[in-house]
């Protein structure tokens, strides 16, 4: 079993960064490939980013492509998410996820563990 826990969210002004975090326990996630999902009010969750376990393919969606960098500490279980230009319609709950393939892909239902999530909020 997997536990994933976020940090990292939080209120900023549009054009600022923030950098979040996910820390996995209960067991070493080599091998997982992980990715970062999104929901806002009202929304479906949305692809956000997503990493191949051994960390050298990464894949984006359109909407945060050149903004948003995903990496990861594989000795510290740790996954980021750098969000820079951050826009109002960032805005969401962001959710870390891990599958138990090396890569998940841009689908949620590929991803078989969840953290429970941490806002971020952008201000116009």
């Known amino acids: 079993q997997v536990q994933l826990v976020e940090s990292g969210g939080g209120l900023v002004q549009a054009g600022g960064s923030l950098r979040l975090s996910c820390a996995a326990s209960?067991?070493?996630?080599?091998?997982?490939?992980m990715g970062w999902f999104r929901q806002a009010p009202g929304k479906e969750r949305e692809f956000v980013a997503a990493i191949r376990w051994s960390g050298d393919t990464t894949y984006y969606a359109d909407s945060v492509k050149g903004r948003f960098t995903i990496s990861r500490d594989s000795a510290k279980n740790t996954v980021y998410l750098q969000m820079n230009s951050l826009k109002p319609e960032d805005t969401a709950v962001y959710y870390c996820?891990?599958?138990?393939?090396?890569?998940?892909?841009?689908?949620?239902?590929?991803?078989?563990?969840w953290g429970q999530g941490t806002q971020v909020t952008v201000s116009s």
């Open positions: 996820a891990a599958a138990r393939t090396p890569y998940g892909g841009t689908r949620s239902y590929s991803y078989n563990y």
């Open positions: 209960g067991r070493t996630f080599s091998g997982y490939g």
